[in-house]
Nanobody, 122 residues
Framework: QVQLVESGGGLVQPGGSLRLSCAASVITLDYYVMAWFRQAPGKEREGVSRVSASDSKTTYADSVKGRFTISRDNAKNTVYLQMNSLKPEDTAVYYC???????????????WGQGTQVTVSS
């Protein structure tokens, strides 16, 4: 059974940093587009960042551009999301997902993690 397991969430003060990890089992992540989504309380889930399979091209939502960095380590079968200069509005459950699409449409992602909570608060 394919598993994507996120880790690295937690409570951080505004302006702080966290690094989320997404480790995969069964599937080999370098064949997939990998993305991070997030869902804040009372809001729809939204795409945050994705990295392509072929050329590791990265894409970011405007709200996180310049603050978040997505990367992949194919040798470790793991994808990361480095989050800097965190703001209270970044508070959400963060999910990683694997698929073959070229957008943040959720239907293009076939495997999902269970999510990790990120809370930005003083």
């Amino acid at each position: 059974q394919v598993q994507l397991v996120e880790s690295g969430g937690g409570l951080v003060q505004p302006g702080g940093s966290l690094r989320l990890s997404c480790a995969a089992s069964v599937i080999t992540l370098d064949y997939y587009v990998m993305a991070w989504f997030r869902q804040a309380p009372g809001k729809e889930r939204e795409g945050v960042s994705r990295v392509s399979a072929s050329d590791s091209k990265t894409t970011y939502a405007d709200s996180v551009k310049g603050r978040f960095t997505i990367s992949r380590d194919n040798a470790k079968n793991t994808v990361y999301l480095q989050m800097n200069s965190l703001k209270p509005e970044d508070t959400a459950v963060y999910y990683c997902a694997a698929g073959w699409g070229d957008s943040f449409l959720e239907d293009e992602y076939h495997f999902w993690g269970q999510g990790t909570q990120v809370t930005v608060s003083s």
